[in-house]
């Protein structure tokens, strides 16, 4: 793409970038874009026997704040809920399982700059 991008382009290839960087990092994808009760999970990826519900927000530079700013708290209470609607969902009430925050950074070489908070968030 050579124009600007779109809010929604970036965030496209920010998950985009996310998939491949845990996938580099050692997770198993196992689902994306899980919809339940009016919201989303970004991605689902599975870290040794613990299951990561990976929220990823995308930024093109600083100039709206930090991209991890944008998981407020009740964007971790909406997170919450749908990880809880997954689990029953696929019957996995007795998983451990994690929150991690994938902020990406979008430079003005579009490259990303990845900041990836582990256990963001109980």
Do not use: W
Not at 15 to 42: H, P, S, T, V
Not at 46 to 60: F, I, P, S
């Amino acid at each position: 793409m050579n124009g600007p991008l779109t809010p929604h382009d970036l965030g496209r290839s920010g998950e985009e970038f996310a998939l491949d960087y845990l996938k580099r990092k050692g997770y198993r994808i196992i689902e994306r874009g899980f919809r339940f009760a009016r919201g989303e999970i970004d991605i689902i990826a599975g870290d040794a026997d613990t299951l990561v519900v990976v929220e990823v927000k995308t930024r093109r530079g600083r100039r709206s704040g930090d991209p991890e700013d944008a998981v407020t708290e009740r964007k971790r209470r909406q997170i919450r809920r749908i990880a809880q609607g997954y689990l029953l969902q696929r019957r996995l009430e007795d998983i451990k399982c994690r929150f991690d925050v994938l902020a990406l950074t979008k430079d003005e070489a579009r490259r990303f700059k990845v900041t990836h908070y582990i256990d963001a968030f109980e």
